[in-house]
């Protein structure tokens, strides 16, 4: 590879991991929505060609479906709007590691890159507990980058979760 080639190339990575950092921002915006409305803060976007396509945040407790993570709910919106459940060219924002049943919709979908902020250590299928992603007979197509603004996504879990900790104890 020439040096230009090399300059080029690592130019793209650079421009890539930036706009990486930009629509983690509006995930973890998202996930702020699904935390004021009692939900664990979860937050995902869906994009296309640089543009906004869906957003989504978690909402299983107040739409009483355990399918309503913010990832299907951000893929849900994407089909809609392109009026396809296929969702190729498409990346997927999210602020925590997907679990087993948003790796399958994000399977089904055809989304092409999957970039997540936190690792999920108890039901993470991106490299945490498995790597779904990578068993390429079942998924030969999503690109999985994990650790965008991974301090950022874990602060505001863990947040979350000493808020909710702090008002059982309040109660007891």
């Not at 930036?18 to 664990?40: F, H, N, P, T, Y």
């Not at 869906?46 to 951000?74: F, K, R, S, Y």
């Not at 996504?153 to 863990?158: E, F, H, K, S, V």
Request: hydrophobic share 45%; proline share 5%; glycine share 8%.
């Amino acid at each position: 590879m020439t040096h230009s080639a090399h300059r080029n190339r690592r130019d793209a990575l650079v421009t890539q991991a930036l706009w990486d950092q930009v629509w983690m921002r509006w995930a973890i915006a998202m996930a702020k929505l699904s935390e004021r409305c009692g939900e664990v803060p979860v937050g995902a976007v869906v994009v296309a060609e640089g543009a906004l396509v869906a957003l989504g945040c978690n909402q299983p407790i107040g739409t009483d479906d355990p399918t309503a993570h913010a990832e299907i709910v951000a893929l849900r919106a994407a089909a809609r709007q392109r009026g396809n459940y296929r969702l190729p060219g498409t990346i997927l924002y999210v602020t925590v590691e997907p679990c087993a049943m948003c790796a399958g919709a994000i399977f089904q979908a055809r989304v092409a890159a999957v970039v997540f902020g936190a690792p999920e250590p108890k039901t993470g299928v991106a490299g945490s507990q498995l790597d779904l992603f990578a068993h390429r007979a079942l998924n030969p197509h999503t690109e999985v980058r994990g650790g965008v603004l991974r301090d950022a996504c874990i602060a505001q879990l863990r947040h979350f979760f000493q808020l909710r900790r702090t008002q059982r104890k309040k109660r007891s």
